[in-house]
């Protein structure tokens, strides 16, 4: 029997969330087939002989894109059963019902997904599970990537000095022990992660160093939710790959805490970390419950380089409670922290998302300023009180488009959103000084997990016209 998963979109990156269930039912003896649609397009044929179509939802870009296709991936199987895993399924769940997906996995989809293809297999009439939402242990096994595109189909890690190198992708824990109100992790892990044995995240690497990979990333939410597993792993890859480098996800708050892990990062290979700091206003930190103060972030830039360790942060600028002034100000400061070549673009258009489910409405007063959850925007709508920052906000997502279009010196493209946002307050620019630090290890991907596809990600998946 055949099983196809199907990926959309995961950061440019080879999805462990296709590789690890694909080991799961290739070992129960499924003929199990992986289309990533994140760099081939649906192909014209494959899809008629599934008997079952598994979705892999992870991210909101990866969930737009699914529902953009549904209707082919339907039209190429129409008698397969079609179910949707991962962190964004249960969040729209209703409207995957509504097209005929009768099976949504969150949470650890792997023996889920097994023991839908075991009913099909059966024979069972109804082999649907409805809505599971499970994070019970499971036990992990060593991911089976070889059916998926090469790793130099993926996104590569561009260094400083112009030269790139192949990425492979590992996971070493799912999903996270902290509640940050805006994360689509919280509603679906409240509070739980889980951890990939040190054994199998080395083996897995090892097989992606076979395949030509020469820097790992980690995509675990937060690599430091457990430092004695991270640490484990980091010695254990450095002691047997000494010369692959990699980088991970940190939150702000783990960094100061666990400050004395870092400078064995630095040893074992870490070239950078990615941190969410979101903003530099401690009111919106306390709103989306972050767990960090602007300070931190500050204290948090100031080790990981006395480590000797690159830090790459992401923000949500554009928020309900974003001020033109307040937004000013989160430029000035990476101004002030010579980040401005650590941050790409988009990171700065970024727009907060509120999927279904959301914790962001414990925040007092917040269902006054989201409308109901809107199926076609896979979230509940808001706009600002102010146009003028909505604008921006539209301004700024254009010139970050366009300056990826033109591969713009990022100087130059943190200057035209300085010279917008200063225009927007009615103000003159400030002169950007000449040091404003130097570019750091970067993926070729600086896509953000939670933004609307581009016309151009969408028009990718059905390929040539
Ligand atoms: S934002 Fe990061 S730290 Fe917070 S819940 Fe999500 S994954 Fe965990």
């Known amino acids: 029997m055949r099983v196809v998963l199907i990926n959309f979109y995961e950061l440019g990156r080879q999805p462990f969330g296709l590789a690890e269930p694909a080991r799961w039912l290739d070992d129960a003896g499924f003929d199990t087939r992986t289309i990533d649609l994140a760099v081939d397009p649906l192909p014209a044929r494959g899809l008629a002989d599934a008997s079952m179509i598994a979705l892999h939802l992870p991210m909101h870009t990866a969930t737009s894109m699914a529902f953009e296709l549904l209707a082919d991936i339907r039209k190429g199987a129409p008698d397969a059963v079609l179910c949707a895993y991962g962190l964004y399924a249960p969040a729209n769940a209703r409207r995957l019902q509504a097209l005929g997906v009768g099976t949504i996995i969150g949470g650890e989809y792997e023996p889920h997904l097994l023991a839908l293809a075991e009913r099909i297999r059966k024979g069972s009439t109804d082999p649907d599970l409805g809505i599971v939402g499970d994070t019970a242990r499971i036990d992990f096994r060593p991911p089976l990537r070889a059916s998926l595109p090469a790793l130099d189909r993926y996104a590569a890690l561009n260094m400083p000095d112009g030269h790139s190198r192949t990425l492979g992708f590992a996971e070493g824990s799912r999903g996270c022990k902290h509640l940050c109100r805006h994360c689509?992790?919280?509603?679906?892990?409240?509070?739980?992660?889980?951890?990939?044995?040190?054994?199998?995240?080395?083996?897995?690497?090892?097989?992606?160093?076979?395949?030509?990979?020469?820097?790992?990333?980690?995509g675990d939410p937060d690599f430091l939710n457990g430092p004695t597993h991270a640490l484990?792993?980091?010695?254990?890859?450095?002691?047997?790959?000494?010369?692959?480098?990699?980088?991970?996800?940190?939150?702000?708050?783990?960094?100061?805490?666990?400050?004395?892990?870092?400078?064995?990062?630095?040893?074992?290979?870490?070239?950078?970390?990615?941190?969410?700091?979101?903003?530099?206003?401690?009111?919106?930190?306390?709103?989306?419950?972050?767990?960090?103060?602007?300070?931190?972030?500050?204290?948090?830039?100031?080790?990981?380089?006395?480590?000797?360790?690159?830090?790459?942060?992401?923000?949500?600028?554009?928020?309900?409670?974003?001020?033109?002034?307040?937004?000013?100000?989160?430029?000035?400061?990476?101004?002030?922290?010579?980040?401005?070549?650590?941050?790409?673009?988009?990171?700065?258009?970024?727009?907060?998302?509120?999927?279904?489910?959301?914790?962001?409405f414990e925040i007092e007063g917040f269902e006054d300023i989201v409308g109901d959850f809107d199926e076609r925007l896979l979230g509940h709508p808001w706009q600002h009180r102010n146009p003028a920052v909505d604008a921006l906000q539209k301004r700024v997502e254009a010139i970050a488009q366009d300056a990826a279009d033109r591969d713009e010196p990022r100087r130059t493209t943190f200057e035209r959103i300085l010279g917008a946002t200063a225009e927007a307050m009615g103000e003159d620019p400030p002169i950007l000084p000449s040091d404003i630090g130097s570019p750091i290890p970067a993926h070729s991907e600086p896509w953000y997990c939670c933004a609307e596809p581009t016309v151009r990600q969408l028009a990718s998946l059905r390929g040539p016209t």
């Open 232 to 360: 484990r792993i980091v010695e254990a890859l450095n002691r047997r790959f000494p010369s692959i480098t990699y980088d991970a996800t940190i939150k702000i708050e783990h960094i100061v805490r666990h400050r004395e892990i870092l400078p064995t990062l630095a040893d074992t290979g870490c070239l950078f970390l990615i941190s969410a700091v979101e903003s530099i206003d401690d009111a919106i930190l306390e709103r989306l419950a972050k767990g960090h103060r602007a300070s931190d972030f500050e204290q948090a830039v100031e080790l990981v380089r006395k480590a000797g360790i690159a830090l790459s942060p992401t923000f949500v600028p554009f928020t309900p409670w974003t001020s033109l002034a307040g937004y000013m100000q989160l430029l000035q400061r990476l101004i002030d922290l010579r980040l401005v070549e650590s941050v790409p673009a988009v990171q700065l258009a970024i727009r907060l998302l509120v999927p279904g489910g959301s914790l962001l």
């Open 184 to 218: 689509p992790v919280t509603p679906v892990y409240r509070g739980r992660f889980r951890i990939v044995p040190v054994d199998i995240v080395i083996d897995d690497i090892a097989d992606q160093v076979q395949a030509g990979a020469e820097h790992i990333s980690f």
